[in-house]
């Protein structure tokens, strides 16, 4: 049976903002139920209208009072991005949590997003340094706490630098290692630049393990008629306990990197099981390919180009803010 005693204890977010993407379903779902439930005013920027409005309701009943904000926001499309970014710079107000959750896996078929980017560095990677971008006068008011959710996937791998978008050889699996490698590369150097540059940023990595959601289920607008053969297995052991965590449980890792004042910049959270595919969250030796800093580097020039975005240079470019910058949730 599926272990139901492995929590972690959120601390009170009454006054915090929190941006959460991919918190329609899934995981990301079980993630904005206790951000809401701890009195986080939760933005959700959500692709699917109607799932975004079933899931904040369903928020809203099992948290009474919660506040739940949605917002359009497709991730494939930078244009989207920008207008989600405008729109909130217009709202005003600090952003003092951001985590980046939504992502695709394995189309199987090479697909490209409305920029022409591989499909799934365009949605896992570039969109959320986009993202990012755009509320980063938001995020540095708030002193922001800013969890990007990689994968056990980048644990191997590397970054195809001779053909970023595989139009030559297109392997979905690597392809999706690529996404999250470089998606991870650029959180850790997020909070290298915050430190450095005194942007008040706090950056770093979770990941959920591997638990039965959508993520390798039947995906029609992807191309993927069934369920894959690794879905329907992390179901069986899901249900049995063994290794793999539940949609719930894999959830825990992106909280605790989130909102614990025990976790820090610079660091990858993930379960404490076996391989790090299930068990409660605990903090973990960056991969491999993530240790690299003059990788992360080139990871980060050539992102944000790609993405074509800007970042400031330093801590005299501070936006002002009618909010003072709150270091609550910062932590050493």
Not at 261 to 270: N, S, V
Request: glycine fraction near 12%; aromatic fraction near 4%.
């Amino acid at each position: 049976m599926p272990r139901t005693d492995i929590d972690i204890t959120v601390p009170d977010l009454s006054g915090k903002r929190a941006v959460l993407t991919g918190g329609s379903d899934g995981i990301g779902l079980g993630i904005a139920h206790r951000l809401a439930a701890a009195g986080a005013e939760l933005v959700l920027p959500v692709r699917n209208p109607g799932k975004g409005r079933a899931a904040a309701a369903e928020i809203r009943a099992a948290a009474p009072g919660a506040t739940v904000t949605l917002h359009d926001l497709d991730l494939s499309s930078l244009g989207s991005v920008a207008a989600f970014g405008e729109t909130m710079r217009a709202e005003g107000g600090p952003i003092h949590l951001l985590i980046s959750n939504a992502g695709v896996m394995t189309p199987p078929a090479r697909q490209t997003t409305a920029d022409g980017h591989e499909l799934q560095m365009g949605t896992n990677h570039l969109g959320h340094v986009a993202l990012v971008a755009h509320l980063m006068p938001l995020l540095r008011a708030g002193r922001a706490r800013v969890t990007s959710q990689v994968s056990v996937a980048a644990a191997s791998g590397s970054i195809h630098w001779d053909d970023l978008g595989w139009e030559r050889s297109y392997d979905g699996m690597k392809a999706y290692r690529q996404s999250k490698i470089a998606f991870g590369l650029f959180g850790l150097e997020l909070d290298r630049r915050s430190k450095a540059l005194g942007w008040g940023i706090t950056s770093n990595l979770s990941h959920p393990g591997i638990a039965p959601t959508r993520l390798l289920s039947s995906r029609p607008e992807l191309g993927r008629e069934r369920d894959t053969v690794g879905v329907r297995l992390i179901r069986v052991l899901s249900r049995r306990g063994i290794l793999a965590g539940t949609a719930r449980t894999a959830g825990l890792p992106a909280l605790f990197a989130a909102t614990s004042p025990d976790a820090g910049g610079g660091r990858l959270y993930g379960p404490s099981g076996f391989q790090h595919l299930g068990g409660a969250p605990a903090e973990q030796q960056l991969y491999k390919p993530l240790r690299d800093e003059e990788e992360a580097e080139r990871a980060w020039l050539t992102s944000v180009e790609l993405a074509g975005v800007t970042f400031p240079a330093g801590a005299d470019d501070r936006r002002s803010t009618d909010d003072p910058a709150d270091p609550a949730m910062q932590a050493e």
